[in-house]
């Protein structure tokens, strides 16, 4: 049973303007996840444990210990925008 996916309202939650193109375009793509998930569903998956990787993962976390920084001219270079010694970011919440 296959549901269909309001992509105007998504696209208005992310804060994200789609032309009617686009919107049909991931109308589309969201459709054919979503049954490829409801296939997934139809697995009968008794006995079978779940995993977070496909192959057994151990000894991946790295001691925490301090280290020199990044000079902080070279990490705001990559901000689009910044002032002298902070990232300048766009103001997301609105006023009420």
């Known amino acids: 049973m296959s549901q269909?996916?309001?992509v105007a309202y998504?696209?208005?939650?992310a804060r994200i303007e789609l032309s009617a193109d686009e919107r049909a375009l991931f109308q589309g793509q969201l459709e054919t996840i979503?049954?490829?998930v409801e296939k997934i569903n139809?697995?009968?998956?008794?006995?079978?444990?779940?995993?977070?990787?496909?192959?057994?993962?151990s000894n991946f976390f790295?001691?925490?210990?301090?280290?020199?920084?990044?000079p902080r001219e070279a990490v705001l270079a990559n901000a689009?925008?910044?002032t002298a010694t902070e990232?300048?970011?766009p103001r997301?919440?609105?006023d009420a």
């Open 80 to 82: 689009p925008t910044s």
């Open 42 to 57: 139809e697995l009968n998956l008794e006995g079978i444990e779940p995993t977070m990787h496909g192959q057994a993962a």
């Open 10 to 13: 998504v696209a208005e939650l």
């Open 87 to 89: 990232f300048k970011l």
């Open 62 to 70: 790295r001691t925490d210990e301090p280290c020199e920084s990044l």
């Open 92 to 94: 997301i919440v609105e």
């Open 4 to 6: 269909t996916i309001d």
């Open 34 to 36: 979503v049954e490829y």
